[in-house]
């Protein structure tokens, strides 16, 4: 899977979006851009993902450049509950259309202050 | 919405003991993964199983071996425990089709003393 690089920490004022970007320079043309959070020792919370275009979802907003090397992650009014590891995941689908198993970079602490 | 079930959430074992972690994945979901965290690290990936069958292996060591079941639950058995062994292990499930994402489990405390 294609290596990710994101920032180790970031802060966000609560009620401001969000904005969490990861690097992915060596994704290719089958790889999906995933984002997981995990809220301290809890599982990992799925949030969002896309292939080549922006996504909106409940959660969040997904943004990929255009030459898909790097995303962004958007949360539009962070609230304190938001404080956790965002991680930034490249998902190889494999040849019959079936994905494999998500791979765990160094994410981003995001940390929420009141 | 009915999740991953992992039992049991915490487990103490003594050093050289067995443990078995048990996973009930979302209904209809066909595939399982196993992945280890250890204090302060991420996720890693152990291994995964498509229709009961073993799809991908990761860093599992070999005193660990797991499996899924008829009833696609799976059980991750670990043997000759070590005290490196203390983490957090979650589960994960999902249908085995393009761009799905994978639902987790809230993971099991395992502590060796």
């Known amino acids: 899977d294609a290596k990710t690089t994101q920032p180790p920490s970031m802060d966000c004022a609560e009620g401001r979006a969000a904005n969490l970007p990861c690097n992915h320079s060596?994704?290719?043309?089958?790889?999906?851009v995933y984002w997981y959070r995990q809220i301290h020792s809890q599982g990992p919370q799925y949030i969002i993902h896309?292939?080549?275009n922006n996504e909106t979802n409940e959660m969040a907003s997904l943004i990929i450049t255009e030459d898909r090397k790097s995303s962004t992650l958007i949360l539009p009014h962070a609230t304190l509950r938001d404080t956790a590891v965002y991680y930034c995941?490249?998902?190889?689908?494999?040849?019959?259309?079936?994905?494999?198993?998500?791979?765990f970079g160094s994410g981003t602490q995001l940390t929420v202050l009141p | 919405a009915a999740g991953v079930i992992q039992s049991p959430r915490h487990l103490i074992k003594e050093k050289r003991e067995t443990a078995t972690l048990k996973c009930y994945p979302i209904?209809?979901?066909?595939?399982v993964y196993w992945y280890q965290q250890g204090p302060g690290q991420d996720p890693q990936f152990l291994i995964s199983?498509?229709?009961?069958?073993?799809?991908d292996k990761g860093s599992i060591p070999d005193r660990f071996s797991a499996q899924q079941f008829s009833d696609y639950h799976s059980e991750l058995n670990m043997s000759s425990l070590e005290l490196g062994d203390s983490a957090l292990y979650f589960c994960?499930?999902?249908?085995?089709?393009?761009?799905?994402?994978?639902?987790f489990g809230q993971g099991t405390r395992l502590t060796v003393v």
């Open positions: 209904p209809r979901h066909d595939t």
């Open positions: 060596t994704i290719s043309g089958n790889e999906y």
């Open positions: 994960a499930s999902s249908v085995r089709t393009a761009s799905t994402e994978a639902f």
């Open positions: 199983f498509y229709e009961k069958m073993q799809s």
């Open positions: 896309g292939l080549k």
């Open positions: 995941i490249v998902r190889v689908l494999i040849s019959s259309g079936s994905a494999r198993q998500l791979t």
